[in-house]
Structures are given as C-alpha cells and as structure tokens.
C-alpha cells in the first residue's frame, strides 16, 4: 500500500472542450418537447438544467476571471439569515426564473461561447495558485485552482447526465467517466467520516472497467490513492460496472445505493462504508 500515489492534484482542463461539445451535440439534436422533459432536479426541466450550467459558467468567469463581486454575496444582501446551501439553491434558481425567456437556439449559442471561454481561462490559470474555497473538496479557506476546475468538470458531468437520463440518451462514459469517478471520490474521500476505522486502515473502490482507488485513514481523515488491491485492503467496495455513471452523478436514491456496492474484507468497515457512500452519493431528498 505504501507504493499508492496521491490521487491530487487533478488537471482535468484538456478534458472540458469535449464534454461541452458532447452536451452541445445532444441538446441540438434534441425536438422541442424534449426540452421540456421533467429531470431529477424537481424545479428544473431539461432546458432548466442548460440554464443552470450557463449560469455557472458566467458566475465563474465574472467572480474568478474577472473579480467581480461574487453573486452569492449580492444575494445574500438581499437575503439575510440563509445558511451557504440556502443562498446558493436561491441565487441558482432565480437566474434559472430569469433566464428562461430565452430561445434554445440562443441558449446553445451562449452554452457554446462560455464553454470555450471558461476552458481558455482555465487552460491559462495556474492551478496551484490560490482561489475560492472549494468545499467539495472539504477546503476551510482559500483553494489551489486545480480544486475549482475539478469541482467545475465534476459538476458539468453530473448535469450532462441528469439530461441525458432525462431524455433516454446514453451515458457520458470513457475517459469522462474515470475522471468524474475519480473527481466524486476525492470529493467523497474529503466527506466521508471516520467509520470507525484506526489509521492505516485502507478501503478500496473498484469500479470494473473503470478503476481502482483506495482510500487510506489517517490521523485527520481519509486520503485517495491511485490503484490498489482489494484483496490487500482492510475492507473493499465493488461498484456495479453498469450502475457507475448513476451512482456517481447523484441518480439514485438512498435506498438503492447499497444495491450497486458489493462488500468484501472487513465486515463492519465495509458495512460502515457502504452506508456512508448512500449518505454521500445519493440523490438529494425532495
């Protein structure tokens, strides 16, 4: 075990051009209805979710290329009392509200210009240089760039496949899907509690055609390592090859998690981690 590297930094960027022009590719070739179609974001439809991605997209490049006031501070003014969760479903969803006059000929044009534009910025930034805290990532200050670019690709991918589960479409799989799956569990790794294991204690994560990760227990928490052997590890978890792209990208319920993991080595480790993965990897409740 002590030959695993570090799963961070991750450099995602050259990875950003080819999953807009994949989302670009299915939502042109959607009819019109379709558009309208209900997603697992209660609120949002099909063309809900565009709007969501383009508003994320001019949010980062206005607060982080730009250094203009950051919109969830100028929400805030105006919401006073609302914990970050709050203000940050409120300021999403009134530009979702605001911005749905808008053709989807037009939101397409803008999905592509802004794609492009983040991918140069981010192609230009340094990514060990200092930026916004980056809770995903479990951050408590200031965050080196990679942090931001990751969580930014992670959020693309999940989106792109609430619309394409949406619609019928197939998943974003391939080199997508191993570096989303690696980007959910360094995310996962940040938030998963201690599950009653000691320091040095190891749990692999295979997903079968995808990867193998492990994640150590140290003093302070869980750290992701690149590779690893199940059958060496303290506990191991089992992903369901064809169920990856859901469990990573928030598709399932609670419930339904623990029916994709299969569970081997440690029996109280696994079980414990099996719950914490449906805590943390689960579509959000209502």
Known sequence: ?????????????????GERHALLDLLSGLEP??????????AWSVKGIALHVLGDDLSLLSRQRDEATNGLLLYAADHPGLDFKALLDGF?????????????????????????LTA???????????GEQVRFFGSTGPSPFWQAIAREYAERWLHQQQV????????????????????VLLGLAAHLHDLGASAGDTLAFVIPDVGRWTLRRGDDGWELLEGGD??????????????????????LDRADVPGVLTAGGDPVLAAAAVTGCAVLLARPPG
């Open 230 to 251: 199940p059958v060496a590890a303290t506990a191991a978890l089992t992903l369901h090859p064809g169920r990856a792209a859901p469990a990573l990208s928030r598709g």
């Open 1 to 17: 075990m002590d030959a695993l590297q570090p799963v961070a930094p991750l450099d995602v960027v050259a990875l950003l051009p």
């Open 164 to 183: 394409r589960r949406a619609v019928g479409a197939p998943d974003l799989g391939g080199e997508h899907l191993v570096t989303a799956a690696r980007v």
């Open 92 to 116: 999403n969803e009134r530009w979702v509200t605001a911005a749905g006059f808008l053709s989807t000929r037009l939101v397409l044009s803008l999905l592509e210009l802004s794609g492009d």
């Open 33 to 42: 209805a379709a558009w309208e179609a209900p997603t697992e974001c209660p």
């Open 120 to 130: 140069e910025y981010y192609a230009a930034v340094d990514p060990l240089a200092p």
